[in-house]
């Protein structure tokens, strides 16, 4: 199970270049943590895809230079700890809290394993409705 953790933060205007380049730091030095999959850097909102899995991206949005989001990918739930323990990980809040704009928005989610075959199961499709 690969564990993921996405957290969008939304920085002030004026301190766009320093929460980016904080990101662009942090994604250097947490990369190496043991147990982390992977961390890649892009702006835009893409997905990077790679042969095997999606790969770790820090995204800013394309139409809102203020907003970015961070993709951690760990080998499990436990994993996280080696990045609780980097002494880089202290000093990375008080930096980026007072530049943002909002409180960051942090979800923890399991990947799906899409390595496998799955049996969809059947359904008559008159019974279900979408609603946009």
């Given at each position: 199970m690969v564990y993921t953790i996405i957290v969008h933060l939304v920085a002030k205007p004026e301190h766009v270049d320093k929460v980016k380049a904080k990101l662009i730091e942090a994604s250097r030095v947490y990369k190496n943590d043991k147990?982390?999959?992977?961390?890649?850097?892009?702006?835009?909102?893409?997905?990077?895809?790679?042969?095997?899995?999606?790969l770790t991206i820090l995204l800013s949005d394309v139409h809102d230079p203020c907003k970015f989001s961070i993709v951690e990918r760990y080998e499990q739930e436990s994993s996280q700890s080696y990045h609780l323990n980097n002494p880089y990980w202290k000093t990375f809040d008080p930096y980026v809290k007072p530049l943002l704009a909002e409180p960051m928005d942090l979800r923890r989610?399991?990947?799906l394993d899409t390595s496998?075959?799955?049996d969809?199961?059947?359904?008559?499709?008159?019974e279900i409705t979408y609603q946009e």
């Amino acid at each position: 199970m690969v564990y993921t953790i996405i957290v969008h933060l939304v920085a002030k205007p004026e301190h766009v270049d320093k929460v980016k380049a904080k990101l662009i730091e942090a994604s250097r030095v947490y990369k190496n943590d043991k147990e982390t999959i992977d961390w890649h850097v892009a702006q835009g909102l893409c997905l990077i895809l790679d042969q095997l899995c999606l790969l770790t991206i820090l995204l800013s949005d394309v139409h809102d230079p203020c907003k970015f989001s961070i993709v951690e990918r760990y080998e499990q739930e436990s994993s996280q700890s080696y990045h609780l323990n980097n002494p880089y990980w202290k000093t990375f809040d008080p930096y980026v809290k007072p530049l943002l704009a909002e409180p960051m928005d942090l979800r923890r989610v399991s990947e799906l394993d899409t390595s496998k075959d799955v049996d969809v199961p059947q359904h008559n499709i008159t019974e279900i409705t979408y609603q946009e």
